[in-house]
């Protein structure tokens, strides 16, 4: 039975029921480390009958196993019963301190480490949701522990003399009948959900109250819990009629250089329980905030089978809750789901569908990661003049030897040496990575100054390949034009072929240029070039030998270059290396494959192991076929063409 929200939270019930509780230490990670993927970790709570006794025509149809299964009688084969196992199962004697030590206090510590956490509360109406999250004055559930710890947490990690200053905010908000409310401000009316650059779900005009003491939280939180929108029925009197989230989030920003920042949140979401309108007798409103209840859970279920199955689109967008959940499920969280059932027999089917629901959700992989940024003008304002004109684009008066050459970073002598140590060993980590020698101290002016003009210079050169290339058309088709004893006689310049020289006409690229004309001046000069051409003839190709005179004749079909097979087993073999070997960022430089794809790749590998060979880029979720196909056509013939222009 979902409890109904108590008039307050007070601190000395809090106190005096977290008292034997060990407060859980946090370990923080390393930056760049990235945490393996991690599973949804799912436990069951079963509340006891609400009169505390079992009558003889409701006894109770769920039985505890061990701390981690149950079993439930089989509706179809009343000698048969059906046996589950989670992550945690809590009976009915079990209480709030017992469910909030073994299953959500242990996340805790990924907060401090700029990673994210989800509780979520599932299950039937009058399954006793609310009071696992919210409980009462004398039996606290997992929002004002959690609270409660977290706060001290924070206070302990930030104080003075510690690298790390802490700060701690909460977000309080309900969807009801698909409209996002912030129940901190209920006048700012229907919110949107955003989604930024990198991924990260956003509510604009959220209300964000900070918070340093559990006194601060009551403050915000008790009001804001009355305006959550309930109602009577007749299996509950305060039935929660909206889901509600509670987003807390922590800040945390370096004292010292880099001056790095953390961000990390917690999600407490008490969902709405699913109703069957027969037993609640839900009329009018009742009904229609009951349809709105069940169509969002019912895509809750779509978008869980939608990730164990690995499709390639997921119904986040179907629903606000899922939308708002796409974090928690399937994201960068670390997830914990409670799933609440009721041993009466008149819950039987809600209780079978919350368990199967459960059973499906634990297979579910989440990919946590470190929210890690830096924080560039704390570290502008850090470096003195000297340091200043480091990464300034004038370059210095007197160029030092090769013996006396540094790097920018190797000139900050003024920098403490450990914190020096540490930028200066990032910085050989970055260039082994590709970054192709860039100091790590450059400023942001200097980098976009290069590389506008980079870009460019890249534009006139493609400009001045095209300009060829319609120069080396149009002789073709001049030849074309003549009859074939004036062919036998033009001149070298027309293209006549000399002994064994062969000449390629090739068709401009639509999106790409592999250097063409490198490739047909390296090849021309060579004395015995013979260039393999490939031929489109009725919608299919096939592959010619041929030589000057040939392609005379045909110059009218469509040509295209062809590596050989020695230079196509090379590319093959260096994009097997990079996909085995290479970070998200390494791979984002190969053609058809972004941001995602790059994670994706990645992740794939930390579960599965290396590629055996590049087809089995296939079996990565979002690669489909005719992704696989244009993804081998742009990058093999791509990297075989560079490795011919230069070769090793």
Known sequence: MDAEVPAQLRRRGMAAATSGAGRCRLSKVGAGRRPPPARVRVAVRLRPFVDGTAGENDTP??????SCSLEIANWRNHQETLKYQFDAFYGERSSQQDIYAGSVQPILRHLLEGQNASVLAYGPTGAGKTHTMLGSPEQPGVIPRALMDLLQLTREE??????WALSVTMSYLEIYQEKVLDLLDPASGDLVIREDCRGNI????LTQKPITSFADFERHFLPASQNRTVGATRLNQRSSRSHA???VKVDQRERLAPFRQREGKLYLIDLAGSEDNRRTGNKGLRLKESGAINTSLFVLGKVVDALNQGLPRVPYRDSKL????????GGSAHSILIANIAPERRFYLDTVSALNFAARSKEVINRPFTNESLQLHEAKRARGPEEEEIGSPEPPAAPASASQKLSPLQKLSSMDPAMLERLLSLDRLLGSQGSQGTPLLSTPRRERMVLMKTVEEKNLEIERLKMKQKELEAKVLAQEATDPKEKENCSPIMLRPL?????TVAKPLKKAVVMPLQLIQEQAASPNAEIHILKRKGGKRKLESLDASES???ANDCWELQISPELLTQGRQKILDLLNKGSARDLRSLQRIGQKKAQLIVGWRELHGPFSQVEDLGRVEGMSGKHMESFLKANILGLAAGLRCHPS
């Open 61 to 66: 149809c769920v039985r505890g196993l061990d």
């Open 552 to 554: 005379e004749e045909k």
């Open 202 to 205: 956003l509510i604009p005009g």
């Open 322 to 329: 899922t939308r708002l959940l796409q974090d928690s499920l």
């Open 158 to 163: 930030g104080a003075e003399g510690r690298p």
């Open 245 to 247: 989230v509670l987003l």
């Open 499 to 503: 002994g064994r020289r062969t000449v």
